[in-house]
């Protein structure tokens, strides 16, 4: 199976935070961003921005002399013992704030052995889950996260998921055409969101953007009563803009 995504914008900036982390990580008295500056070659303003994302994430504190160590995020992720469950509940808590800063449920998938898979979410009373009255697993063609999955493959890969699950009808919306969802993935740039109006269940709206380069397909999403649809557009943005600590768990956890 081949992939056709490209690195998107937060990806890049996760793959900067990483470089911080390394050059904090490696200087156990402290840095100054001065001196991160010139290690990582990043520039001035970005790398405040990053080091502000470091901060909040819990992976770096500012000390009194205004250089920066590892924060305790990253100290409990550098123990053997427990580092699953600290990986899982670190990435729980950037989850979290993330569906607070959306305002909406939001979930990370990824497609595994041909299959779409919910790794964790983040909802509350405010921001409900989406009901899965039918299998995310048999209902990519509906979903903003299948949609967003299915459109990292290559054309190959499309055609072989599409043809071990059948396009039910699931609403008067949902696109029951391989053609025409086929044509849809294709022309679909890289950089817009993966949308789900009414396709997968009446009531929901959704959003999914890609998270992952390289050898790996995931997405991350959320989800809106129908009554929030004039919100879908700019909660999608801001999810877009805010995945970069997402990546950066994840990466952290490869």
């Not at 937060?10 to 470089?19: C, T």
């Not at 990580?25 to 290690?39: F, I, K, N, P, Y």
């Not at 299915?150 to 190959?156: A, I, K, M, R, S």
């Not at 803009?241 to 490869?254: D, F, G, K, T, Y």
Request: charged share 20%; with cysteine; aromatic share 4%.
């Amino acid at each position: 199976m081949a992939l056709t995504h490209e690195p998107t914008a937060p990806y890049h900036s996760a793959q900067d935070a990483l470089r911080v982390l390394e050059n904090v990580a490696r200087h156990s008295t402290g840095v100054t961003d001065a001196e991160l500056a010139r290690h990582t070659g990043i520039g001035p303003e970005r790398l405040t921005g990053l080091l502000r994302m470091l901060r909040r994430e819990g992976y770096v504190e500012q000390v009194a002399d205004g250089s920066y160590v590892t924060g305790d995020a990253l100290t409990r992720l550098g123990s053997a013992q427990g580092r699953d469950q600290a990986l899982r509940e670190n990435l729980q808590r950037t989850l979290d704030r993330l569906r607070d800063s959306v305002g909406a449920a939001v979930y990370i998938s990824r497609y595994v052995d041909g299959e779409i898979k919910i790794d964790q979410y983040a909802a509350g009373p405010a921001t409900p889950v989406v009901n899965e009255w039918v299998d995310f697993r048999y209902s990519a063609h509906a979903t903003a996260i299948g949609k967003s999955l299915l459109g990292q493959l290559d054309h190959n890969g499309r055609r072989d998921h599409l043809s071990r699950h059948k396009m039910a009808r699931l609403t008067s919306r949902t696109i029951t055409s391989d053609k025409v969802l086929l044509s849809r993935l294709e022309s679909q740039p890289a950089t817009v969101p993966h949308l789900d109006l009414q396709e997968y269940a009446v009531g929901t709206v959704c959003a999914a953007v890609p998270i992952t380069a390289g050898s790996s397909v995931g997405c991350l999403a959320l989800s809106l009563p129908v009554e929030h649809a004039h919100r879908l557009k700019q909660a999608a943005d801001t999810l877009n803009r805010n995945a970069a600590p997402v990546l950066l768990s994840l990466a952290i956890q490869s």
